[in-house]
């Protein structure tokens, strides 16, 4: 089984990719990290995101991506990855604060997600600079730069 994306719009707005665009910077990431997944991308506004957030994060407001690995049997779903939660203006917003190019940032938070359902993760700083690492490499691979470089406008 190949890699499947089940993408939902929950908003609209401008400058959101297309399915296929979202699959191929999944594809990218998970390169060499698995054959078969199976993973939703949800696309939602802040109102979802912040209700997501204080819920499952128990943080304040929208934030730009949540993943939502999936906890179940590896042996009933053994390609099941889980949900990436992507809030769109807050997106939108963060690439124009910090002078990114908006397709660069987009990626860079489905990639972000995808590794996080792979169990990656930024709370130690040596686990940080592992994930960090990965980021930059994956994206690299999709010809987008360093989003951890500071730019100034």
């Known amino acids: 089984m190949p890699i499947e994306v089940d993408v939902q ?32 991308i949800r696309i939602v506004d802040e109102d979802e995101a912040t209700q997501l957030n204080e819920q499952w994060r128990k943080s304040q407001g929208p ?4 993943s939502f690995a999936y906890e ?5 779903a053994p390609d099941l990855l889980g949900d990436i939660v992507v809030c769109a203006p ?28 792979k169990g990656f993760d930024h709370i ?6 592992c994930m960090e690492s990965l980021e930059i490499k994956i994206l690299e691979e999709l010809n987008y730069n360093n989003p951890y470089l500071i730019t100034q406008s």
């Open 9 to 40: 719009y929950a908003t609209d707005g401008p400058d959101l990719p297309e399915k296929s665009q979202l699959k191929l910077w999944v594809e990218t990431a998970l390169e060499d990290l698995q054959e078969n997944a199976v993973l939703t």
């Open 63 to 66: 934030t730009n991506v949540l």
């Open 72 to 76: 179940g049997e590896p042996e009933i």
């Open 90 to 117: 807050v997106v939108a917003r963060e690439a124009k604060e910090q002078n990114k190019n908006i397709d660069a940032h987009w990626a860079h938070m489905v990639i972000h997600g995808v590794l996080h359902l």
């Open 124 to 129: 130690k700083p040596e686990d940080a600079d």
